[in-house]
């Protein structure tokens, strides 16, 4: 299965504690998003990146988050002191053609974070 | 006014029917527009792009009014299998980033 890829699909943190998001986008893709989604809510960008660039993170909580995408391995969404309000569904998305607008993008299981 | 906003429903449909749904957007220089499918506690799927032209897939036609900044969706003859949220996004001319409704819930019961 090529499909885009992410681990783990639960995760559990005591309040400040770290949670490390892991994203393998689909083969032959070179951009990741991530999002957030509360429950009820719509899906919230978070940051775009291609490899070993950010491209953008409007989206993104100026403290105790951060993303990066390697040359090699996964997408890492690292979130430090985890607080409740963190609480939620994380996606990443992978899309592959660069014409110069959004495109398709196709997206992973999601990681269901859980903070006590 | 939001970016992109859905009605959340939920539309309730017996099967067989034929069920629409509409979605606006408030940026004008918006080029790119798709609807996805989520179902419940899984992730977003492409459901379909939206071209200029309209298009159809199967029982599934999208359609884009420019005009009056909206694209709509029409399932015809639903299925119980069609229940689920669908989502709208639009990106902007030049943009990488798309934004996403908050979704319309459709429950299509026997």
């Known amino acids: 299965n090529a499909g885009v890829m992410q681990n783990p699909r639960h995760l559990v943190r005591r309040r400040g504690q770290e949670a490390r998001l892991r994203c393998s986008p689909m083969?032959?893709?070179?951009?990741v998003y991530w999002y957030r989604q509360l429950p009820e809510e719509g899906l919230k960008f978070m940051v775009y990146?291609?490899?070993?660039?950010?491209?953008?993170e409007s989206g993104m909580p100026k403290e105790r988050f951060s993303a990066e995408f390697p040359k090699e391995g996964p997408s890492i969404l690292r979130i430090q002191q985890v607080v409740r309000g963190d609480s939620a569904a994380y996606f990443c998305?992978?899309?592959?053609?660069?014409?110069?607008?959004?495109?398709?993008?196709?997206f992973g299981p999601g990681t269901r974070l859980t903070v006590l | 006014r939001k970016e992109v906003e859905q009605d959340p429903g939920p539309f309730n449909v017996p099967e067989g029917a034929t069920v629409a749904f509409n979605c606006t957007y408030s940026?004008?220089?918006?080029?790119?527009f798709f609807w996805y499918r989520q179902d419940c506690r899984k992730e977003p799927k492409l459901l379909m792009s939206?071209?200029?032209s309209g298009n159809e897939d199967g029982r599934f036609t999208a359609q884009l009014n420019r005009a009056s900044q909206y694209i709509s969706l029409l399932i015809r003859d639903s299925k119980l299998s069609d229940s689920a949220t669908y989502l709208c996004?639009?990106?902007?001319?030049?943009?990488?980033?798309?934004?996403f409704g908050r979704g319309t819930s459709l429950i299509v019961h026997p």
């Open positions: 083969k032959g893709h070179s951009h």
């Open positions: 939206v071209y200029s």
């Open positions: 998305a992978s899309s592959g053609r660069t014409s110069g607008r959004a495109n398709e993008q196709f």
């Open positions: 990146l291609q490899k070993e660039n950010i491209i953008d």
């Open positions: 940026n004008s220089a918006s080029q790119s």
């Open positions: 996004v639009v990106a902007s001319g030049g943009s990488y980033i798309p934004t």
